[in-house]
């Protein structure tokens, strides 16, 4: 991370960076049900043992669109909204990194595309870092850069590429020879 040497680093360190340097978005939202939308974006900084303050949490909430869903649990949401809160989770500690694993793989395409155009503007606006893993040449279009892994190796890349460019390079992809 940034100029930080992670190979010398003791399972405690490596956790205080993950807490502080970087934010995960699953395709599972992740919430805990009897929480409030607040008190899910609250929770990473509270486990730091820092206390949030109602405008930080609030921010975030405004920059992902849920301003108003503050005081909603997540059984009160729609997936997108969900996934939305789960965004904002991640956002609240400013992490160098953000890893989404299939962060939209469990929404309808119109919240898809309103998740990817945050996720993008992030980038744009912030210069937020973002490493994505999907399976969908939509979602992967919006990528500056799209790297093709099979097997765990990589198997290619493109850069700034358009979904049916994408979708034409995945139908093609092989396992390497043993």
């Given at each position: 991370m940034?100029?930080?040497?992670?190979?010398g680093?003791n399972e405690t360190?490596?956790t205080?960076?993950?807490?502080?340097?970087?934010?995960?978005v699953?395709?599972?939202?992740?919430?805990?049900?009897?929480?409030?939308?607040?008190?899910?974006v609250?929770l990473?900084?509270?486990?730091?043992?820092r206390r949030p303050k109602k405008?930080?949490v609030?921010?975030v909430l405004?920059?992902?669109?849920?301003?108003?869903?503050?005081?909603?649990?997540?059984?009160?949401?729609?997936?997108?909204r969900?996934?939305?809160?789960?965004l904002a989770?991640?956002l609240i500690t400013?992490?160098e990194?953000l890893?989404?694993?299939?962060?939209?793989g469990?929404?309808?395409?119109?919240t898809?595309r309103?998740?990817?155009?945050l996720l993008?503007?992030m980038?744009?606006?912030?210069?937020q870092?973002i490493?994505?893993?999907?399976?969908?040449p939509v979602?992967?279009?919006y990528?500056?850069?799209?790297v093709?892994l099979?097997?765990g190796?990589v198997?290619?890349e493109?850069?700034?590429a358009?979904?049916?460019d994408i979708?034409?390079r995945?139908?093609?992809l092989?396992?390497?020879p043993c």
């Amino acid at each position: 991370m940034g100029d930080t040497e992670l190979t010398g680093l003791n399972e405690t360190k490596l956790t205080l960076l993950r807490r502080e340097r970087i934010g995960f978005v699953f395709q599972a939202f992740n919430l805990l049900p009897s929480l409030t939308a607040e008190q899910n974006v609250a929770l990473p900084l509270r486990l730091a043992g820092r206390r949030p303050k109602k405008t930080q949490v609030r921010e975030v909430l405004e920059l992902v669109g849920l301003g108003d869903r503050a005081r909603h649990r997540p059984t009160e949401m729609s997936g997108g909204r969900q996934q939305r809160v789960a965004l904002a989770r991640a956002l609240i500690t400013r992490p160098e990194v953000l890893f989404g694993d299939e962060p939209t793989g469990a929404l309808d395409s119109q919240t898809s595309r309103e998740v990817l155009t945050l996720l993008r503007a992030m980038v744009d606006r912030d210069g937020q870092a973002i490493i994505m893993v999907t399976h969908d040449p939509v979602a992967a279009s919006y990528a500056d850069r799209v790297v093709f892994l099979v097997d765990g190796r990589v198997n290619g890349e493109l850069i700034g590429a358009l979904a049916e460019d994408i979708a034409a390079r995945m139908t093609k992809l092989e396992a390497a020879p043993c």
